[in-house]
């Protein structure tokens, strides 16, 4: 009994006793939070993931930052030590350390948060879950044209936004603009198409243009920018010879965007072939 009197005095005795109590500690807030949030009938869906989601990051954020501190003279005599494997595990670690990276990036230019409907290199989709290696989105597609979920959950690593660009296809706003493409022959009348098209386009959109007015103006405002009108609009492509394209610019609300664009092109579609 005596030879562990001497182990269980050790300050190695006392860190490793401090540890899991804040280790408990943080577990048992953690709970309670999260029982709390998800019994909020205040809260919808997506904010509570959002928030269950802050809260776990915060977790482990306070337990690193803990354990940091309740251990910092003991690793203070391995300092020197440390140097040497600190350069092996940067070289072993380098691909968590670029996600780490990544992620206080994301943190710092608060770039993408749960709910926000993102497309990063060959990922689209609207992001479920984010840690400090890897973000989880809901696949939205095929292809990066269509606004379907594809039931699929696609994870990819927080080190692609230190070496890709980042599209945030709904910054924080209820409605958008969005394109869509209408391919034709050369020899078929574009101009008869353009005008289908534009009042197609008027006709769906109409129940929502005043509000969709009074956002660019917000928009404009906010930021400091001319703001560009929100009314449909039809530009001509030449892509190769013997094609012409006309893209459509139209407004919709960022969640029934789909349902728009697939109005507009059945209305358009009646009446250039009724």
Not at 7 to 20: A, E, Q, R, Y
Not at 32 to 46: F, G, K, Q, W, Y
Not at 56 to 74: D, K, P
Not at 225 to 245: F, K, M, N, Y
Request: charged residues 20%; glycine residues 6%.
């Amino acid at each position: 009994m005596q030879d562990y009197l001497p182990v269980i005095g050790s300050s190695v005795f006392f860190d490793l006793l401090k540890s899991l109590l804040l280790l408990l500690l943080l577990l048992i807030t953690r709970t309670l939070l999260v029982r709390s949030i998800a019994r909020n009938a205040t809260l919808s869906i997506e904010a509570k993931r959002r928030w269950i989601v802050t809260v776990r990051n915060s977790t482990v954020l306070s337990l690193s930052v803990g354990l940091v501190v309740i251990w910092a003279h003991e690793l203070e005599a391995f300092a020197v030590s440390l140097v040497a494997l600190a350069a092996a595990v940067v070289l072993a670690t380098k691909e968590l350390i670029l996600c780490w990276s990544g992620a206080a990036l994301r943190v710092g230019g608060g770039v993408y948060a749960v709910g926000d409907r993102i497309q990063l290199g060959n990922y689209r989709g609207v992001v479920l879950d984010h840690g400090a290696f890897a973000t989880k989105l809901l696949e939205i597609g095929p292809g990066q044209t269509s606004h379907l979920y594809t039931g699929r959950i696609v994870m990819f690593p927080n080190s692609l936004l230190l070496s890709s660009p980042l599209v945030k296809e709904n910054p924080s706003q209820e409605y958008g603009l969005y394109v869509l493409c209408v391919p034709l022959q050369s020899h078929e009348n574009w101009r008869a198409a353009e005008h289908a098209l534009l009042e197609a386009a008027r006709a769906e959109c109409a129940p929502f243009m005043d509000e969709m007015g009074r956002q660019m103006k917000l928009l404009e405002q906010r930021n400091l920018l001319e703001a560009p009108s929100p009314d449909p609009r039809v530009t001509i492509q030449l892509p190769e010879p013997g094609r012409i394209h006309l893209v459509l610019r139209f407004p919709a609300p960022d969640r029934g965007r789909s349902r728009v664009e697939q109005a507009i092109l059945r209305r358009y579609l009646a009446a250039m072939r009724p």
